[in-house]
């Protein structure tokens, strides 16, 4: 045996489980895939189950064991699974089209590998958003020697009654139902009653959203498919707590009313043991916490949702029960304004010197005020407390070095690495053998988990040779993080990606692929495969704003995608008085944070009216009877202005202002338009649901008008 195979085979001794016994026994589970319905909130929903389970089944297994998974899917469209952070062949991994043909429906699939590892773990589908239905589970693997301490394993999800693909379309435009849902709503009036007006106005200026921390509305979070669950330990015994984010989109708080927790271990890796009060889990990490039950009563072990809105609970022990405490509101305006300092005018984040990474800041003091308030101090575990118990620095080989912007665009829900989406980036070419160092600057408002398939890697969080091994890393805005890993696998694609689903699905990730890879016979014709992966941010998503009011109608209808937008709009009056326009665009999303769009179009506009009319230009204004092919360029403006100046083959030159949802309070926004043809519109409504507002608008050509609108 050479000298770097066994430097090799000495790093792997450090990973979880590896290193085990390779005697190995063959521990088979079956999986069927079916549609089904449930009912948490007195809604009926199609969801996805296992075996008839929601969440799946755990399975279990011994470092060791080899494993065979039947999954027979039983549904008329295809699924996958993906074995989220286990080490195994490539073409194991579970990702549709990439590394793994889907399960297709009315079929079954075999997946068989050896269990070279230990800890906690899971799995869920790997297609279009099935994760967000229920198609999750918890995947333990125990080690070899026996542990005699209690367990309890603790798969966390979030559930929405609204169909996720109407979630994804809703963030792709814009919608603040989510918030006025959450009561979190950032309105002038909410703003004035919290004393900071003049932080929502430098916010607008800034042309950022309001501040959120979480983009879905949900209506319940889940422990083990309920909101609530109980396990009876007695006084003084010891727990371990196996804890897994399976959520689409939700961190969760943890703490426990018995005391203090242990860390022990993270995304299945043993860790040194930390006590802390509380922690946060990013969406996909796993922690094994040990908590211990002090003395009679049933505590609780309580998971909030980032945004405060929902909670579930896991009561531990036998008795009257001890409530944990739920968590006060976050302050929304206090985040805007620290995100406000931390924004430029051209839309870039800036640390002001803060050299912030590993979760240190997380604006603790900030939104959570419970922190300040509380007259005890308040142990928040951060990464820069995870400790190896063995030493893990990488075999000394070459290390290629790469450095990532995480970057996005909250008004159009584009996520993207440097810019770009998966589809818009070559595959990362790395070589067997060598070290792959990352490093990662937010560069956006929302945190990100990124994960790694197929590897584990270190993050460099001060701890030295012991720095810990992790699969999945939060990272939070503006922070730069430092992570590295082995190139040690023999061939194949791996992904890396952010694990929040909706921002994974708009293209926030990137494919790593080993050099001299053979074709994956699992995928066919490896062209058509990878079309499909890159299909899923390449999708177009629809949306409308239609009025019918006693004036008229006034609409507009809209086709977008990452960059482009084709988009038509009209104002259809009762009588040639008021007359009939239409004005229909394709154009192309420019720069980082798309604030620019060039485009082209026509114009087609008939109404009669008495006499000519000039422009601001002096020019005969055409407005009433025109059909035109027009050139413009869109801009959106501070206090998010959208600016369009357009010249039509004519020659005829249009310079338009508009502002649109301007929050007057929750549920009430106003609008208004002008342009340098003398044409105008104001207008209000009122939010009823989150398809349907009362409206009433005066235009310069249809006058007075009031109705209802749909905005889809």
């Known amino acids: 045996m050479n000298r770097l195979m066994k430097k090799l085979l000495l790093f792997l001794a450090c990973l979880p489980g590896f290193g085990s016994a390779f005697t190995q026994q063959l521990v088979r589970y079956d999986l069927t895939v079916t549609d089904t319905v449930v009912n948490y909130t007195g809604k009926a929903k199609m969801a996805i189950a296992i075996n008839g389970q929601l969440p799946a089944p755990t399975l279990h297994f011994i470092e060791g064991d080899t494993a065979e998974i039947h999954v027979h899917n039983k549904m008329h469209h295809e699924t996958s699974i993906h074995w989220h952070g286990l080490i195994l062949p490539n073409e194991q991994d579970g990702v549709p089209y990439l590394t793994t043909t889907p ?45 005699p301490m209690q367990e309890y394993t603790m798969l966390l999800s979030d559930w929405s009654n609204e169909n996720p693909n109407q979630i994804e379309r809703s963030l792709h435009n814009a919608t603040d139902w989510y918030a006025i849902k959450k009561g979190a709503a950032q309105s002038y009036w909410e703003a004035g009653k919290a004393h900071h007006l003049g932080t929502k106005f430098g916010n607008e200026f800034k042309r950022m959203m309001a501040m959120d921390v979480s983009d879905v509305y949900y209506e319940r979070v889940l422990l083990n498919g309920l909101p609530a669950q109980e396990a009876s330990f007695a006084a003084g015994e010891q727990v371990r707590l196996r804890i897994i984010n399976g959520s689409a989109s939700t961190y969760f708080w943890l703490k426990f009313s018995g005391g203090k927790m242990s860390v022990v271990a993270n995304d299945g890796a043993d860790v040194v043991p930390v006590e802390v009060d509380r922690l946060i889990v990013g969406v996909s990490e796993t922690y094994d916490v040990v908590v211990t039950i002090p003395g009679a009563g049933k505590y609780e072990f309580l998971a909030t949702s980032e945004d405060r809105t929902q909670s579930a609970s896991l009561w531990l022990g036998e008795g009257k029960e001890v409530p944990a405490g739920a968590m006060p509101r976050l302050k929304y305006f206090e985040g805007m304004k620290m995100m406000n300092d931390m924004m430029t005018v051209g839309g870039k984040m800036e640390d002001m010197g803060m050299n912030m990474s590993l979760q240190q800041m997380d604006m603790n003091t900030v939104m959570y005020p419970e922190i300040v308030d509380s007259s005890e101090p308040t142990v928040t575990l951060n990464y820069s407390m995870l400790k190896s118990p063995v030493e893990t620095t990488l075999p000394d080989v070459p290390t290629r070095e790469l450095k990532f912007e995480l970057t996005g665009n909250m008004n159009r829900y584009v996520w993207s690495i440097d810019n770009k989406t998966v589809s ?173 769009m060039p485009y082209a179009g026509w114009d087609v506009r008939s109404r009669s009216v008495e006499g000519d009319e000039k422009n601001i230009f002096g020019i005969r204004n055409t407005k009433d009877n025109r059909s035109v ?11 998010f202005v959208k600016t369009d100046l357009r010249v039509d083959h004519t020659g005829n030159v249009r310079i338009q202002f508009a502002r649109e949802d301007i929050p007057v309070s929750s549920r009430v926004r106003l609008w208004g338009v002008w342009n340098t043809d003398m044409e105008y519109s104001v207008g209000a409504k009122y939010i009823i649901t989150k398809y349907w507002s009362l409206s009433t608008h005066y235009d310069s050509d249809m006058k007075w008008g009031g109705g209802l609108s749909l905005t889809y």
């Open 424 to 596: 818009e980036t070559d595959k990362i070419l790395i070589r067997k053998g060598e070290n792959v160092r990352i490093v990662i600057y937010n560069n956006s408002m929302m945190r990100h988990p990124m994960h790694l398939h197929g590897h584990f890697f270190r993050t460099l969080n001060g701890q030295g040779t012991y720095s810990p091994m992790k699969t999945v890393l939060d990272i939070l805005p503006m922070e730069t993080d430092t992570i590295e890993f082995h190139a040690s696998e023999e061939y194949g694609d791996w992904y890396f990606h952010c694990h929040i689903l909706y921002h994974m699905m708009s293209g926030m990730g990137r494919i790593f692929s080993y050099e001299g890879s053979p074709a994956n016979p699992e995928l066919g014709n490896p062209k058509k495969a990878l079309r499909k992966v890159y299909h899923d941010d390449r999708r177009f998503y629809s949306g409308a704003e239609i009025s019918l009011e006693s004036s008229g109608s006034d609409g507009e209808v809209w086709v977008a995608n990452t960059r482009w937008s084709l988009q038509t709009e009209w104002r259809l009056g009762f009588n040639q008085t008021t007359g009939q326009e239409s004005e229909s665009h394709i154009g192309r999303y420019i720069g980082r944070n798309q604030f620019f």
């Open 103 to 147: 399960v297709k429906g009315m079929s079954t699939h075999i997946f068989r590998f050896p269990i070279v590892q230990s800890g906690t773990y899971w799995y869920h589908s790997h297609t279009m958003l099935q994760e967000q239905l229920g198609m999750y589970g918890a995947f333990i693997i125990s080690k070899r020697e026996t542990d």
């Open 629 to 639: 092919i027009c050139f413009g360029l869109e801009y959106t403006l501070p206090w």
